[in-house]
C-alpha cells in the first residue's frame, strides 16, 4: 500500500510575557494585562480559523511547555495549491497569523467590540513547505510593537511528514462493497466489506407501536430494537481480518423516541487472534452511539480501546456529528487527551478518521489512516470495521419513529 503526502503544521508553545516596567500603551496597562487572561486566534486562508489560550509568562526564568500545541492544521497537495495560488480575491501570498488578544472580564470571546488585539504574529507559506521535509519554521520570542518594552509572544510553528493511507468503500456499508485505497487517481482494491442483519423474532423482538409517543405524526409506523447488525472485513484472499457488530441494541430511552445518552447503543470492534488457525477473536475497541436532541440533533459517538487483560476500557475518542449533514469522526491525539496501552501508540498526533454523511443519504465513508500505526494489512482493517461502525450509527440512531430504509435484501430499522 502505497501512502499519500500529508504535511503536518502545528503551533505551540504558547506564552505571552510582559515587562513590568512597561508604560501603559494602546489603552493597555500592565497590571491588566497580567491579571486578565488572553487569547488568540490562529488563521490559514481555506481553514476554519481556531482558537486558543494564551498562558501568561510572569518570570524571564520561566517558559513555555514545549511539547503543547495549540493548533494543527493538516495539509494535502490540494491545500498547497491553492494556499499558493490567488486570484481576484486573494492576496498575492498567503500567510499562517496568530492574532493575540486580551480577554475582557464578562466579555464574550468572539464577539466584534469585545476583544482588544494585542498583536500580530504572521509567518509566510513558502513552496518549499510542500517538500514534505521536517522543518523549524519559527521558535522562540517575537515582540509586539515597536518598543523595547511591549509584550513578547513565544510560539513555535513546526513542519512535520505525515503521510495516510486514504480509503474510500465503494458504495453503501449496507451493500457489502469493495473498500480501495486512493493514491492520485488510482483506486485499488484492498478489502471486501460483507454487511448482515439478523432478523430472527425473539422474545427481545417485540415490536412496539408507535401511538405511545405523542409526538409521532405515523401512528401505525412500528419500531423494535436495533440489533444483529454486523460487518465482517476481509482481505482479498477471502480471509477475514475485523469485525464489528452491535453488542447492545439500540433502544429507545423512556420518554423519547430514540437512542438517549443514558442507555447508548454499543458496537464492538474485533481483530483475529494472532497465531490461531482457527476462527478466535479479540476484542479491540468499543463504540457507543447516541443522540442528543431529538430528530434534528446530533449522533455522538465515543470509542474505548479495549486492551488485553484489562476490564476497563480506555477512552480514546469523543465525537458530534450532524445528524442531518454528517461530519467527521477522529481518532487525533492533538485534539484529544493522549492514550496508552492497548498496543495502539496514541502518545501524539493524528491516528484515524472517517468521513460520513448524514442520515438517510447514499454513504460511501472515506477513512484516512496514518502511516506509522499500520505495520500490516490486518492494522488497516481494524479501523475500515470502527469506519463502518460509525458510518451504521448514523441510521441506528435514528428516531424510531421514521420508516425503515430499504437497503438492498435489508430493511434498516
Known amino acids: 500500500m502505497d501512502p499519500q503526502a500529508f504535511i503536518r503544521l502545528s503551533v505551540g508553545s504558547l506564552g505571552l510575557r510582559v515587562s513590568t516596567a512597561a508604560p501603559p500603551k ?17 488563521r490559514l486562508r481555506g481553514f476554519p480559523v481556531q482558537t486558543a489560550s494564551v498562558p501568561l509568562i510572569s518570570s524571564a526564568k520561566d517558559s513555555p511547555d514545549p511539547h503543547c500545541n495549540a493548533s494543527v492544521f493538516y495539509l494535502e497537495k490540494s491545500h498547497m495549491e491553492a494556499l499558493m495560488s490567488h486570484g481576484c480575491f486573494q492576496a498575492a501570498q498567503s500567510y499562517l497569523e496568530v492574532v493575540v488578544y486580551l480577554s475582557r472580564p464578562g466579555c464574550h470571546w468572539g464577539v466584534t467590540g469585545r476583544k482588544q488585539q494585542i498583536g500580530t504574529f504572521r509567518v509566510e507559506v513558502r513552496p518549499e513547505w510542500s517538500e514534505g521535509k521536517p522543518a523549524l519554521v519559527h521558535d522562540g520570542w517575537i515582540r509586539f510593537g515597536k518598543s523595547k518594552l511591549g509584550p513578547e509572544l513565544h510560539l513555535r510553528v513546526k513542519l512535520d511528514p505525515d503521510p495516510r493511507y486514504v480509503f474510500e468503500f465503494d458504495d453503501q456499508t449496507t451493500l457489502s462493497p469493495q473498500i480501495v485505497q486512493l493514491q492520485g487517481k488510482l483506486r485499488q ?21 408507535c401511538s405511545t409517543n405523542p409526538s409521532s405524526s405515523e401512528p401505525n409506523v412500528e419500531r423494535r430494537e436495533r440489533k444483529g447488525w454486523k460487518v465482517m472485513i476481509y482481505d482479498l484472499s477471502g480471509s477475514a481480518v475485523a469485525a464489528a457488530f452491535i453488542s447492545t441494541p439500540f433502544v429507545p430511552s423512556a420518554g423519547c423516541d430514540w437512542v438517549a445518552r443514558s442507555n447508548p447503543g454499543a458496537w464492538l470492534i474485533l481483530r483475529p487472534e494472532p497465531f490461531c488457525s482457527c ?75 472517517c468521513r460520513v454523511q448524514g442520515e438517510g443519504k447514499s454513504r460511501r465513508p472515506v477513512v484516512h489512516l496514518a502511516t506509522r500505526h499500520v505495520t500490516c494489512v490486518e492494522d488497516a482493517a481494524i479501523f475500515m470495521a470502527l469506519a463502518a461502525a460509525v458510518d451504521l450509527s448514523m441510521d441506528a440512531c435514528k428516531p424510531f419513529g421514521k420508516k425503515a430504509r430499504k437497503v438492498g435484501r435489508y430493511s434498516i430499522l
Open 26 to 42: 494602546a489603552g493597555i496597562s500592565t497590571n491588566p494585562l497580567l491579571s486578565v487572561p488572553c487569547l488568540c486566534e490562529i
Open 189 to 209: 482494491p484492498i478489502f471486501t466489506c460483507n454487511f448482515s442483519q439478523d432478523v430472527r423474532k425473539t422474545n427481545m423482538d417485540s415490536k412496539v407501536c
Open 279 to 353: 476462527e478466535s477473536w479479540l476484542p479491540w475497541g468499543r463504540l457507543e452511539a447516541w443522540r442528543e436532541s431529538g430528530s434534528r440533533g446530533s449522533v455522538c459517538l465515543r470509542l474505548h480501546l479495549l486492551p488485553e487483560n484489562h476490564d476497563a476500557g480506555f477512552p480514546l475518542s469523543d465525537v458530534m456529528l450532524s445528524a442531518e449533514k454528517g461530519g467527521e469522526f477522529f481518532i487525533d491525539m492533538d485534539r484529544q487527551t493522549p492514550v496508552r496501552g492497548g498496543g495502539l501508540a496514541c502518545e501524539g498526533g493524528f491516528v484515524m478518521s
